[in-house]
T-cell receptor
C-alpha cells in the first residue's frame, strides 16, 4: 500500500492566521481525500482532490476556508484559513491507490491547536 | 453509501477473541463492507473488507451474514495493542474502485490484561 508523509505533524497557531498542511505520497494516486477529526469525534470528510481539477467539497466545507491544491499525482496541500479555536482538530489526508487491494491509506495526521 | 450501526464500546480480555458487530441493514448489492481501526493519535488503518463471502487475513476475520445486513469483525487473539476505535464502513466498490469513505462513530474496543 502507499506510504503517506504528512507535514507538519502538529502546530499551534494564532487565531486569524492560516496554516498549510502538506501530504506527500510515495506513488502516483488518482484520488486524495482530506478529513477533519475534531476532539473526541469521528472523521469527517472535507473534500476530495483529483489531479488537474477543482476539489469537490462536502456539505459544510467551503473553498475559501479550506483551499486545496493538487499539482500532481503524488502531492496535495490543504490550507486552513483565517483560523479560529473551533478549527482545532486533527487533519488527515488519505489516498486510494491504483490497483491496491488494501483500500485506503491514511497519513498520520496534523494536530492543529488554534489559540 | 449505507449507514452502519455499531455499539459505542466493548471490552475484551487479552488473548481472547474480540467479536465486533456491525449492522448495515440498508446495504445495497454493490456495496462492500470495510473495517478500519484508529489507534490513539494515529491515522486509521485498513483491516479487512468483503462483499458477501467471509474473509480472513493476517489481522482478522470478517463474517458477513447471508442477507448481508450485518457483519462481525473477529480479532482471534486480542492483545493490548488492539485497543482502538474500530470503524465499520459500507461503500460502493472494492479495493480498486474509488470514492469517499464515510466514518460513523465506531466502537471503542478496550483490551484488558
Amino acid at each position: 500500500s502507499a506510504v503517506i508523509s504528512q507535514k507538519p505533524s502538529r502546530d499551534i497557531c494564532q487565531r486569524g492566521t492560516s496554516l498549510t498542511i502538506q501530504c506527500q505520497v510515495d506513488s502516483q494516486v488518482t484520488m486524495m481525500f482530506w478529513y477533519r477529526q475534531q476532539p473526541g469525534q469521528s472523521l469527517t470528510l472535507i473534500a476530495t482532490a483529483n489531479q488537474g481539477s477543482e476539489a469537490t467539497y462536502e456539505s459544510g466545507f467551503v473553498i475559501d476556508k479550506f483551499p486545496i491544491s493538487r499539482p500532481n499525482l503524488t502531492f496535495s496541500t490543504l490550507t486552513v484559513s483565517n483560523m479560529s479555536p473551533e478549527d482545532s482538530s486533527i487533519y488527515l489526508c488519505s489516498v486510494a491507490g491504483q490497483g491496491s487491494i488494501y483500500g485506503y491509506t491514511f497519513g498520520s495526521g496534523t494536530r492543529l491547536t488554534v489559540v | 453509501d449505507a449507514k452502519t450501526t455499531q455499539p459505542p464500546s466493548m471490552d475484551c480480555a487479552e488473548g481472547r477473541a474480540a467479536n465486533l458487530p456491525c449492522n448495515h441493514s440498508t446495504i445495497s448489492g454493490n456495496e462492500y463492507v470495510y473495517w478500519y481501526r484508529q489507534i490513539h493519535s494515529q491515522g486509521p488503518q485498513y483491516i479487512i473488507h468483503g462483499l458477501k463471502n467471509n474473509e480472513t487475513n493476517e489481522m482478522a476475520s470478517l463474517i458477513i451474514t447471508e442477507d448481508r445486513k450485518s457483519s462481525t469483525l473477529i480479532l482471534p487473539h486480542a492483545t493490548l495493542r488492539d485497543t482502538a476505535v474500530y470503524y465499520c464502513i459500507v461503500r460502493v466498490g472494492g479495493g480498486t474502485s474509488y470514492g469517499k469513505l464515510t466514518f460513523g462513530q465506531g466502537t471503542i474496543l478496550t483490551v484488558h490484561p
